[in-house]
């Protein structure tokens, strides 16, 4: 993830959270992002590693301290399943209704 930086930014013994779990950065829960994001916090390339993403258009992942997804950073990103509100009542009266 660390791919734009420069070599005055970082020594050679820097460490960086997201070399350690890689799989956190593109993690499918809320919580597990978040925790990514709080990771970058302390990170020495933060905004090397967004303004890299950003220019190539990263299609998602936290990236800087920051979620990306499509290539812009997003406050946060929607829980899988259906969203709120969309429990199928709503077509189902429409479809019942139009056949009478």
């Keep these: 993830?660390?791919?734009?930086?420069?070599?005055?930014?970082?020594?050679r013994d820097t460490e960086f959270p997201c070399l350690a779990d890689p799989d956190l950065f593109f993690?499918?829960?809320?919580?597990d992002l978040a925790r990514a994001k709080?990771?970058?916090?302390?990170c020495p390339a933060i905004?090397?590693?967004l303004a890299g993403a950003l220019e190539r258009g990263e299609p998602w992942g936290v990236w800087g301290g920051e979620?990306?997804?499509?290539?812009?950073?997003?406050?946060?990103k929607r829980g899988r399943?259906?969203?709120?509100?969309?429990?199928?009542?709503?077509?189902?009266r429409a479809i019942s209704g139009s056949r009478a």
Aim: aromatic share 0%; net charge positive.
């Design 1 to 11: 993830m660390v791919m734009v930086h420069t070599r005055a930014e970082v020594s």
């Design 27 to 31: 993690a499918e829960s809320p919580a």
């Design 81 to 92: 399943g259906r969203p709120r509100g969309s429990t199928g009542r709503h077509s189902q």
């Design 67 to 76: 979620l990306v997804l499509q290539g812009a950073v997003v406050a946060s």
């Design 47 to 49: 905004a090397a590693c």
């Design 38 to 42: 709080e990771l970058c916090r302390g």
